[in-house]
């Protein structure tokens, strides 16, 4: 469903469609994409859903039968099936009103109505992406698609107190600051979208730790979905989402500095994480616990793949929980290879937390893909021993109710659980064996098939 009215920017189309009607002049067609039969209902009248993704009616003044509705797309509506274009029409229609620009000094701003814009090319995954300055949304509701932005120093794309905001088939680069950035942004939705850090560094840590793909706070109903992000300091950090649901999330080489993460949830109760990989390179990644879990409870994490950790502490997947605060949480359907510290933990503290159908194997005895400053225990290769000696299943002393189901490892140095008498394992719950990995997820762009 499109929210609002569509506009362009030069040749970039819905740039922003606003929830609102155009500020002054122009008129706001209201467009409704539908998937099936069943949401094309309009005033009791039963229609069918084209393969357009447009409502349409039946009418016997049509040759076909059927014309298009009143919320089709912008130059289909009030059409007859077999009279609309050959061409696939964008959901967001044309007219002047509330677009994202560039100013004077190089930051993005609202432009007035008073800008004209030019008639849409088309479907971005059939023409491809539009290059566009850093944009700011300016209301509830807008769409923000279409776009390959470039930013440097500031995001490339800003939601701050707007909230049912879209950005999907985008393509953000960033450098010198964040790529995507929201707060209080009640469902927010990010669909389809790529998040790349332009660095010139071959390897290592960013100068700081702002470099992050994409970074959310102080919003609930927060919906990411085939999102890949590349090179940031951390790549996706979420903070005060309950509820917050990621799915087919792609990462590639975190890179730092301090405790980045590929996936990190702080105060989030119930979110869930789901379908998900993350490779990191040994000698160009420097990330710390690729997902953490920290102080929420009844968090899920499930269906992934964490591949490459080179820090001498950090997990794989981490929970940091507060005694009496919070509680529950479950990893389901995840490896973890070339781990160094660990592979699956949870302290401080931990309570009820299950993993099951965890895995890991091939973890790193000694790091010796990249010099560690400062290494507490020197190996004997002249790397760095982690500082957990690659404990894959670790808890803290005081951590409850703590229990590994149906799972394995293979290949690991030193020990694999600790402290044992804080997990529950049942006899051949966690066995040794030769597995073959679970699948990358890949998250291709439709634009990049062209």
């Known amino acids: 469903m499109v929210r609002g009215c569509g506009v362009t920017a030069g040749r970039a189309w819905a740039v922003i469609a606003a929830a609102s009607a155009w500020l002054a002049g122009g008129g706001c067609h209201r467009a409704f994409s539908c998937t099936d039969d069943g949401e094309c209902v309009l005033d009791g009248r039963a229609g069918r859903c084209e393969p357009s993704g447009d409502c349409s009616f039946a009418d016997v003044t049509c040759s076909s039968g059927w014309r298009h509705g009143e919320h089709a797309r912008s130059g289909r509506a009030g059409t007859c099936t077999s009279d609309a274009p050959d061409t696939d029409i964008p959901a967001t229609g044309t007219g002047t009103g509330t677009v994202a620009t ?8 609202a432009a007035t109505s008073s800008d004209t814009v030019d008639p849409m090319p088309g479907d971005p995954c059939v023409d491809g992406l539009v290059d566009s300055p850093p944009v700011v949304a300016t209301a509830d509701g807008q769409i923000i698609e279409g776009l390959r932005i ?8 800003r939601v701050d107190g707007f909230v049912d905001v879209v950005i999907r088939n985008c393509e953000l680069h960033h450098q010198g600051g964040p790529g995507l950035v929201f707060r209080n942004a009640d469902a927010i939705e990010v669909h389809n979208v790529v998040v790349v850090h332009d660095t010139g560094a071959p390897s290592g840590p960013h100068p700081d730790g702002a470099q992050i793909n ?16 590349t090179r940031g300091a951390s790549g996706i950090e979420l903070e005060n989402t309950p509820l917050a649901t990621l799915s087919f999330i792609e990462g590639h080489d975190i890179r730092g500095p301090g405790e980045a993460a590929f ?29 953490e879990i920290d102080r929420s409870s009844d968090v899920v994490v499930r269906r992934g793949l964490l591949d490459g950790h080179n820090a001498e502490f950090g ?5 940091t929980q507060t005694p009496g605060q919070h509680g529950g949480g479950l990893v389901e359907d995840v490896d973890a290879i070339r781990m160094t510290n660990g592979a699956f933990s949870c302290f401080p503290h931990g309570n009820g937390i299950t993993f099951r159908r965890t895995r890991a194997r091939d973890n790193i005895c000694e790091i010796t893909s990249i010099d560690v400053p400062d290494c507490a225990t020197p190996g004997s290769q002249g790397g760095c021993i982690p500082g957990s000696r690659g404990i894959s299943w670790a808890a803290s002393t005081d951590s409850s109710s703590i229990t590994i189901e149906e799972s394995a490892h293979f290949g690991l140095c030193f020990d694999v659980v600790w402290p044992e008498e804080n997990f529950t394992i049942a006899e051949g719950a966690l066995v040794e064996l030769d597995f073959e990995l679970r699948a990358t997820v890949r998250t291709v762009a439709c634009w990049e098939n062209r």
Do not use: M, Q
């Open 102 to 109: 560039g100013t004077d000094d190089g930051g993005p701003t």
């Open 150 to 157: 470039h930013a440097d120093g500031e995001p490339a794309i």
């Open 214 to 229: 994409v970074v959310g706070s102080d919003s609930d109903g927060v919906v990411l979905s085939h999102v890949r992000v």
């Open 263 to 291: 996936v990190r949830l702080s105060e989030s109760d119930g979110a869930v994480l789901e379908d998900f990989s993350c490779e990191n390179p040994l000698d160009s990644a420097r990330p710390f616990n690729l997902v």
């Open 315 to 319: 997990y794989g997947v981490h929970f």
